[in-house]
């Protein structure tokens, strides 16, 4: 796409400005090949034979490609059960998310509100104290939402710090729409409905990714206010998979609860299953962080 | 502070305060509405499991409950804190964030600076989506290949060896260990802090560029007076928030990889804990600690926020 | 109670509208005696637990009881069960380790046994009766859980292993004694440059816990037999010699380089692919190294050493325990169904109960030959295909130590062992060097907060000394003045308090 960022930056190229884009890119090349081939040795471990894997053969090519770890691991019934509930606290509890730090973050985003200064402190203090779990459990427990869908998805229901971040971003708007809008009569609801949300969008997309990718991360919560196998998510039945028991065998010489470990093209496939559904959420995303959304919402 | 119309009490007699106080309220009915809900959130999920901070000051007891525990006042603040090895924790905890905060904070910047000069869209589009993959793998599996390639066969030191040096059993010594901890910490993560400063970058108005590049401005001028002015709010935010969780490190991720030979620096106050914890049941006690983190996070937010506010008009409150 | 108003409030502004059934519904048609009753263990991921196995179902048909299974994944089972004690949100059956019990025994949350078991359990307290260190694990006097008992189990043991093959190819012999076992590995060294032949997991306290007391002084506080009392090994200055040891392995490349850092995946993997010779641990994990192994190397195999002699002359090494004394189910004192419990504990300690709970159904699973139960060649053959064929069985049908089971039989594990693990058995089971470990004693409220304290400051010194000593970052002089400070850290309080509360369940 040729934004007129592009095409200004390909009519001053200069020898510092070409040598600029070479090194960059190598920089970034070399940023690729880090960040990738930890991935790729999960995905290959994963398809090839786990004696080969045991031997130490596997690192850079598959071998003995085969399926079969897949094959056990999807027709799994818990697995596929727990990968459908990951995606709906996912889906359900962003939504939540999205809507309420909206709400947090644009009155806070505003400097003429008068209960600003007080409120930003109230969200602050609790980045900083916490009760402690046997406080919340008990609440969660008194509200009857324990082993319910409802504990994972309300109570990680604003993410104070995302909420700071997509308050500053509130703030870098421009004000030329708003204030025509407050002479138009337009009250505060209708100004973030109608102008501020539709403007948002990069951050929006942002947060949308970022509050996704932490519900579909989270075992903790699961783990503690559920109880029932058939809702857990996936990321518990992966930890399950990939942390070794310890607590047991701290117990000294006398507990004999050694086991071997689960073979490792097994729990690299649990990994690579738990993670491609949330990878494949970005793509759909990185438009929006493209330049130039901005100006055509401003000329639309 | 100067933007609160409440702040400025002209005339100080009690019917005026009201009214002004009312009108205030009636202006801003709409936003308080908007934040009910919010508001409601933290108040149940946040303010009512506070009250659970005082078991720090009491001797929990399950059988008595929260309220029937024992008082026992600063206890457990003073065991903690006439502890020597105390300070040893907090000493490495806070020197891992501070090199977490020095070494780690530019990187996604910069990674977000370098993407937005790049000229090939799917090249950038490719180098952004593979940058962020190390953040969705599990810090237990991320343990796992540190320790593998830092091993004494590990690729690192293969390619020592290879060059004519010598295996170095690099997680054995002390020295090293916050140094594998951040550069660990920033694989895991630039790419995907980096995505934060796309979002804000992509709100700078194309039509300053446009502007600068009339002014004859070259690439890196507009990088220093647009581009990064443009972000400079998201990232004092970001900043001024790390400072907060000063106090608070990678813990499991330290746990996976420190042995008694590099305690000296890598035992962190949460790692304490949690093997305190494991000994037995010491709620209080791990309460207490919890409060001292929270405290000491909240002062260095508070001093941030005021230097912030004072170097540049960007603040938390 | 705020709380309540709350929860009022949230639900209207939340949650209205998305009613979603959260609550068990009342099985009122399957007649008035069936009751639920909750089960939470940890479960570990080569044994899943499926609540409509066979056992399960012939629990519900033989006691009328609904379990109701909480599975919690092992890794973070203690931090659920942390949670649950500290707000006394008990399921009614729990297994625990006796840890968790202790910490948790003056809580009023979990039911008394010793009443309701003698009258209401009678053959599961004859059982328990006959086994002398059953009441060790008693707190004050009180059984608080039911520990977990074996009709039936070879014994095993952290022993010593070594490639076998590898000694006949050299001409050398199975080594008689640690210097002899040096030897060997060090031979193993020079022979194979790149390996690394005496490996480890889970750090050094894995390390000296399982070869120290072998060695002539065991690692941290211990049962010592010929002293009849409990010794803190590493303060005494006989430890040094144990350290100087490793000193001078990890120095010439015999130990390991990466003995302090290795998980258990990375162990397996250095043991399986032959790149490490020789480890203190597990004997059974040996035959997955040893089939892995004969794909390169076709007469591979690991072989159990038999106990060796140390600088004291004497020979020594510890078995696993025989019983799983130290992990067990309590009841919730709040639970609504004790009466029930104790009739379902009644029929799975003795006679079909416990044949159901280990084998499955007669005729279905398994069948008798010759008078002894043997499981049924269709139902093995099922599962021989499996990465982990025993456990793969056991949780189909539900059996067994992982699921739910009082007493034990642990002879279904055996089935899909090849000949040489018979052989292994057999060699450590005839040793009469191979020693039952001894339960540590109950302790009092007061011993226990004060261990706790103790354990933690006197580790935070060891922990780095011992790391320092053997990979040479400190000194082997610094020895004495490092155990001095572990000393006056209460080295010798712990042996003290371990020593006393022995003495004192020995009176009673």
């Known amino acids: ?300 | 502070m100067a933007d609160l119309p409440a702040a400025k009490p002209l005339s100080p007699a009690r019917p005026g305060t009201l009214q002004r106080a009312g009108r205030v309220l009636r202006k801003d009915r709409y936003l308080y509405l908007i934040f009910l809900l919010p508001f409601l959130y933290f108040l149940v999920f946040h303010y009512l499991p506070i009250y659970g901070v005082i078991i720090a000051f009491k001797n929990y007891k399950v059988a008595f409950g929260i309220w029937g525990s024992k008082w026992v006042g600063l206890q457990y603040f003073i065991e903690f804190l006439t502890d020597p090895y105390a300070w040893k924790l907090i000493r490495n905890t806070m020197l891992l964030s501070f090199y977490s905060i020095v070494f780690g904070f530019p990187i996604p910047i910069i990674l977000a600076l370098l993407l937005n000069e790049l000229q090939i869209s799917w090249f950038k589009r490719v180098v952004q989506t593979v940058s962020y993959l190390p953040h969705f793998i599990s810090v237990v599996v991320v343990a796992g290949m540190v320790v593998n390639f830092l091993s004494s066969d590990g690729l690192v030191n293969r390619i020592i060896v290879a060059l004519g040096g010598e295996s170095f059993p690099w997680l054995m010594q002390p020295r090293w260990f916050p140094g594998i901890y951040v550069i660990s910490g920033i694989w895991q993560h630039a790419g995907w802090s980096s995505i934060i400063y796309l979002a804000a970058l992509s709100a700078i108005d194309p039509e300053l560029y446009e502007a600068a590049t009339i002014d004859g401005a070259g690439r890196f001028q507009k990088m220093r007076h647009i581009t990064l002015p443009g972000i400079a709010p998201t990232i004092t935010i970001l900043l001024i928030l790390d400072l907060g969780r000063i106090m608070s490190v990678g813990w499991e991720k330290i746990l996976l990889l420190y042995t008694g030979a590099t305690y000296e620096t890598a035992d962190v106050l949460q790692t304490y804990i949690y093997r305190r914890g494991l000994e037995g049941a010491d709620f209080s006690y791990a309460t207490a600690v919890g409060v001292f983190q929270g405290l000491v996070g909240l002062a260095f937010v508070i001093g941030a926020n005021y230097l912030s506010r004072r170097l540049s008009d960007t603040s938390l409150w | 109670m705020r709380i309540s108003w709350f929860a009022a409030g949230l639900a209207l502004l939340l949650v209205s509208g998305m009613a979603w059934s959260a609550g068990e519904e009342e099985e009122g048609a399957a007649g008035a005696e069936r009751v639920t009753i909750t089960y939470m263990r940890s479960e570990h991921p080569s044994s899943p637990i499926d609540p409509e196995a066979p056992v399960y179902q012939a629990i519900r048909e033989h006691n009328n009881i609904d379990l109701k299974i909480e599975a919690i994944p092992g890794g973070d089972f203690n931090a659920k069960v942390q949670l649950l004690l500290g707000t006394a949100q008990l399921p009614d059956i729990m297994r625990l380790t006796q840890r968790q019990v202790n910490d948790f025994a003056d809580a009023g949350v979990f039911l008394p046994l010793n009443d309701p078991v003698q009258t209401q359990a009678p053959a599961l307290w004859a059982k328990i009766a006959a086994i002398s260190d059953a009441k060790k694990t008693f707190v004050d006097g009180t059984m608080y859980y039911v520990p977990q008992l074996n009709s039936f189990k070879l014994l095993n043991g952290p022993v010593p292993n070594i490639r076998r093959d590898l000694l006949n190819d050299l001409g050398l012999e199975m080594p008689d004694n640690f210097e002899e076992l040096f030897e060997v590995l060090a031979t193993f060294k020079r022979e194979f440059p790149d390996s690394q032949p005496w490996t480890n997991r889970s750090g050094t306290r894995n390390l000296l816990n399982r070869s120290a007391f072998p060695m002539g002084i065991g690692w941290s506080i211990h049962w010592v037999p010929s002293e009849d009392r409990w010794v803190y090994g590493t303060v005494k200055p006989e430890f040094r010699s144990v350290l100087e040891y490793f000193r001078r392995a990890y120095e010439e490349g015999v130990l390991d380089p990466d003995f302090a850092i290795n998980s258990s995946s990375q162990w397996h993997e250095k043991l399986g692919s032959g790149k490490s010779l020789f480890y203190y641990d597990n004997m059974t994990f040996a035959l997955n190294y040893t089939l892995s192994l004969r794909q390169v190397k076709p007469d591979a195999v690991f072989w159990p050493v038999p106990v060796m002699e140390n600088q004291y002359g004497e020979r020594r090494n510890y078995f696993y325990s025989k019983h799983w004394l130290t992990s067990g189910f309590i009841v919730s004192a709040a639970s609504e169904h004790h009466d029930r419990i104790m009739s379902l504990f009644n029929w799975m300690a003795d006679g079909d109960g416990e044949i159901i709970t280990n084998w499955g159904n007669e005729g279905e699973h398994w069948h008798r030959v010759d008078g002894e139960i043997e499981a049924l060649p269709s139902v093995l053959d099922t599962y021989r295909d499996a990465s982990d064929p025993q456990r793969a069985m056991r949780a189909a049908l539900g059996t067994g130590l992982l699921q739910f089971a009082l007493i034990v039989d642990q002879k279904p594990i055996y089935y899909y062992d090849p000949p040489e693990v018979s052989d292994w058995y057999a060699q450590i089971n005839s040793d009469p060097n191979m020693i039952l470990p001894v339960l540590p004693p109950p302790f009092n409220e007061e011993e226990r907060e004060r261990l706790k304290r103790l354990i933690t400051d006197v580790d935070n010194i060891l922990n780095p000394a011992l790391d320092g000593f053997i990979i040479g970052t400190l000194p082997m002089e610094d020895f004495d003045s490092v155990m001095q400070q572990a000393i006056e850290a209460g080295a010798l309080e712990i042996e003290e308090i371990y020593n006393a509360a022995e003495a004192r369940t020995r009176q009673s």
């Open chain 1, 1 to 300: 796409m040729v934004t007129p960022r592009l095409r200004t930056a390909f009519s001053d190229r200069s020898l510092g400005s070409y040598s600029f884009d070479l090194i960059n890119m190598a920089l970034l090349l070399a940023v690729i090949f880090i960040t990738l081939y930890p991935m790729y040795y999960i995905a290959i471990v994963s398809f090839s034979d786990g004696k080969e894997v045991l031997l130490g053969r596997v690192r850079f090519w598959p071998r003995g490609i085969n399926l079969q770890s897949y094959q056990m691991v999807l027709r799994d019934d818990t697995v596929i059960r727990s990968l459908f509930n990951s995606i709906l606290y996912t889906s359900v509890g962003t939504a939540i998310n999205l809507v309420l730090s909206t709400l947090c973050a644009y009155p806070l985003s505003r400097r003429d509100f008068s209960g600003r200064k007080w409120l930003t402190l109230y969200v602050a203090i609790t980045m900083f104290f916490q009760g402690g779990l046997i406080p919340l459990y008990l609440v969660v427990l008194q509200l009857g939402l324990l082993d319910t869908m409802w504990a994972i998805v309300l109570v990680p229901g604003i993410n104070a710090f995302y909420m700071f971040i997509m308050r500053t971003y509130f703030q870098g708007q421009p004000t030329a729409l708003h204030e025509a809008a407050i002479i138009d009569g337009a009250n505060d609801i209708q100004i973030l409905a109608r102008i501020v949300v539709p403007l948002a969008k990069p951050i929006m997309a942002t947060m949308l990714l970022f509050y996704a990718v932490q519900h579909w991360n989270s075992f903790f919560h699961a783990l503690i206010f559920l109880t029932e196998k058939a809702r857990y998510p996936l990321q518990l039945i992966l930890r399950s998979v990939v942390v070794e028991s310890t607590f047991e065998q701290m117990n000294d010489i006398g507990a004999a609860t050694d086991f071997m470990v689960l073979e490792k093209t097994i729990r690299f496939s649990v990994i690579m299953v738990s993670t491609l559904p949330i990878l494949l959420v970005y793509p759909f995303l990185q438009k929006y962080f493209v330049k130039g959304v901005m100006i055509g919402a401003l000329k639309g």
